[in-house]
């Protein structure tokens, strides 16, 4: 199972948190995240999003943290004080992944992990649509029934393929999209 950690830009979304959680409950990844993580993407969705409620997302985070038992990390603060990053609020995500020995940290601000800040602890920093697309070509079909199974879980309201795949190419997955597009009927 790959280790990866999840940045707070992919879990601000929704639709994008939603697609790569149903991954990691499919056993395709191993996720992790620190409370600093929760906190952050939670903080952001309100200040954007003044008509949602705290407790909602709040508990949004109990139940990921529940989910997935190992998910929230502690214990790796010590190490972001040594790290070197363009961002220095980006360094706790470095330490999270290099503490819980991650292969991938999922972001959309790419710019902030450079390759060679990461590469000598054998982490890559990879946007969600490449990651997804790594998956994709480790495991197809495992990938096309989580897809089929997080677009069917979509019932306010449902969405029809297109009207799916549309919303992920609109959540910066185009890669994906043009892979399912291929296998429409599959999902």
Not at 83 to 107: C, G, R
Not at 110 to 128: E, N
Not at 129 to 135: G, K, N, P, T
Not at 136 to 152: A, C, E, F, M, Y
Request: include cysteine; charge should be positive.
């Amino acid at each position: 199972m790959i280790k990866v950690v999840f940045d707070a830009c992919v879990l601000y979304s929704v639709l994008l948190r939603g697609f790569l959680l149903s991954l990691a409950s499919r056993k395709l990844v191993e996720p992790f995240w620190s409370q600093k993580i929760q906190d952050e993407w939670v903080c952001s969705l309100l200040q954007n999003r003044p008509d949602l409620e705290r407790e909602n997302l709040e508990r949004t985070c109990r139940r990921m943290d529940i989910h997935f038992p190992n998910g929230l990390v502690r214990g790796y603060e010590a190490i972001a004080p040594t790290l070197s990053l363009p961002d220095p609020d980006d360094k706790h995500v470095l330490a999270l992944a290099i503490h819980t020995e991650a292969e991938y940290i999922v972001t959309a601000n790419l710019a902030d992990f450079p390759k060679a800040a990461l590469h000598s602890y054998g982490i890559k920093a990879v946007s969600p649509d490449e990651f997804i697309l790594l998956l994709i070509r480790k495991s197809p079909s495992r990938v096309l029934q989580t897809v089929k199974n997080h677009r069917l879980s979509l019932s306010r309201p449902s969405k029809t393929v297109d009207e799916y795949l549309a919303m992920l190419k609109k959540h910066g997955l185009p890669g994906t999209v043009a892979f399912l597009r291929k296998h429409k009927s599959d999902i």
